[in-house]
């Protein structure tokens, strides 16, 4: 199969880079072609403007979507945008590694998300509605593995941990970045306390990312609730029968 | 008093740039001092990279941390950095006016906090240790008024809407980002349907907007748990007689 690994921390010697080098060695020796995007060793442009649309005709102020979309139609994106987007059709699954810093995404991955995730290819896909979303879309029946790290440790990310369910506080990467474009998203694998792993701590997670790497087409994905699998009342909201006792983001899994 | 105003839109003419300029003259208007970190017009450097610490005297690889709680130390950090945080510390309450991309905050208004909450200044508050954070902090005392637009509609974004609660999505930054460091946040103010909107309906969204900032320092904030008033065990799990039925988001919540 083919594997592409989205990584995103700026120190090649991190905990980041070991577990992303370490994925790397063993989906190769699982029989798998692997490519990398390092972001930043790639120097990826994290700010979506005005100079990602470098033919557009139009010299009015940017509307993000109209020229996304037009780009995206007429094949003038910028290149690192279309070089993504290539990467991410040849995929059958995509690994992210990344540290949670300031309870999400670092600023580099989340541009890399709002460049690469382009109107009428991740988004507005096959007929520029909201039509084909949320397990449906363009990056359908591949599989997306969340691999990150804390500083904090596991307690403050527990179900009543003080600084919010890890689960929930990455809902808008794992159901909202992947689930909607129609990847299969995994449970995450995360590393807890990363500043404070010694070498025997440093293996154990290199080993226990393995193992799920080895069931990356395997381990059942999370059951985000499909859009147009008949749960959702006109692509909006929850039918009053489906699970009606929960709100807030819980209710989105079955 | 004094009131900072953090803008992330790429359009000087778009719903979000309209109502950055009608905060900016209502404010004004009630006699605040107005100050706004534009940073699309900044050109603000959304990556925090090594060329974020310029006198750093250690050639191994960067250690965030290390090198934040170092530069701000010792007052060399990058000047664009250190302005913002004067501002910061300048201002009574701050504004943060986007668009919602991708279920969070634009890439470069993440890169802002990345970078301008750097050790010591907005976590390792006093000691280096996590004992003063969630209602306390440098930022102790400063209201944040969040205002947001969205290019779905409402019903995506209620309780049961099929984005996800807007509260819970933004959580990673009302209560991960802001409260951290010690301010009151209020409750959110939206404009959904943002592309929608005919000429009366961003009329409305300026009056709503106006409304909510002319109680900038009235309104109730989200009554977010405070780490050290009690409810939690040792500064990482809600002790179990607090809300024992709730877990999640919400849980954080009095």
Same mark, same amino acid.
């Given at each position: 199969?083919?594997?592409?690994?989205?990584?995103?921390?700026?120190? !090649?010697?991190?905990?980041? &880079?070991? =577990?992303?080098?370490?994925?790397?060695?063993? =989906?190769? #020796?699982?029989?798998?072609?692997?490519?990398?995007? +390092?972001?930043?060793?790639?120097?990826?442009?994290?700010?979506? +403007?005005?100079?990602?649309? %470098?033919?557009?005709?139009?010299?009015?102020?940017?509307?993000?979507?109209?020229?996304?979309? $037009?780009?995206?139609?007429?094949?003038?994106?910028?290149?690192? /945008?279309?070089?993504?987007?290539? #990467?991410? =059709?040849?995929?059958?699954?995509?690994?992210?590694?990344? !540290?949670?810093?300031?309870?999400?995404? !670092?600023? /580099?991955?989340? *541009?890399?998300?709002?460049?690469?995730?382009?109107?009428?290819?991740?988004?507005?896909? #096959?007929? *520029?509605?909201?039509?084909?979303?949320?397990?449906? *879309? /363009? @990056?359908?029946?591949?599989?997306?593995?969340?691999?990150?790290?804390?500083?904090? %440790?596991?307690? +403050?990310?527990? !179900?009543?941990?003080?600084?919010?369910? @890890? +689960?929930?506080?990455?809902?808008?990467?794992?159901?909202?970045?992947?689930?909607?474009?129609?990847?299969?998203?995994?449970?995450?694998?995360?590393?807890?306390?990363?500043?404070?792993?010694?070498?025997?701590?440093?293996?154990? &997670? #290199?080993?226990?990312?393995?193992?799920?790497?080895?069931?990356?087409?395997?381990? $059942?994905?999370?059951?985000?609730?499909?859009?147009?699998?008949?749960?959702?009342?006109?692509?909006?909201?929850?039918?009053?029968?489906?699970?009606?006792?929960?709100?807030?983001?819980?209710?989105?899994?079955?």
């Amino acid at each position: 199969m083919k594997v592409l690994i989205v990584f995103a921390h700026p120190n !090649p010697s991190s905990l980041n &880079a070991a =577990l992303k080098d370490h994925a790397f060695g063993v =989906l190769r #020796k699982e029989g798998h072609e692997v490519q990398v995007s +390092d972001l930043y060793g790639m120097k990826w442009k994290a700010v979506l +403007d005005a100079d990602d649309f %470098p033919s557009r005709m139009d010299s009015s102020p940017l509307n993000v979507i109209m020229a996304q979309g $037009e780009a995206y139609g007429s094949g003038t994106q910028a290149k690192d /945008i279309a070089a993504e987007q290539e #990467k991410l =059709l040849w995929a059958d699954a995509i690994v992210f590694q990344f !540290p949670l810093w300031w309870f999400g995404v !670092p600023a /580099i991955l989340k *541009g890399w998300i709002e460049r690469v995730y382009a109107y009428r290819f991740a988004y507005g896909y #096959k007929d *520029g509605t909201n039509a084909y979303r949320y397990g449906e *879309g /363009i @990056l359908s029946g591949k599989r997306a593995l969340v691999s990150v790290t804390t500083g904090g %440790p596991e307690a +403050d990310y527990g !179900p009543r941990g003080i600084n919010g369910s @890890l +689960d929930q506080l990455l809902f808008p990467l794992t159901h909202g970045a992947l689930f909607y474009p129609g990847m299969d998203v995994l449970p995450l694998f995360t590393v807890y306390g990363a500043m404070r792993l010694d070498e025997a701590g440093v293996a154990n &997670a #290199k080993l226990a990312l393995e193992q799920r790497l080895k069931r990356l087409f395997v381990d $059942e994905p999370i059951r985000f609730r499909r859009q147009n699998g008949g749960d959702y009342l006109d692509r909006h909201t929850l039918a009053s029968h489906i699970a009606p006792e929960v709100s807030g983001l819980p209710a989105h899994v079955s």
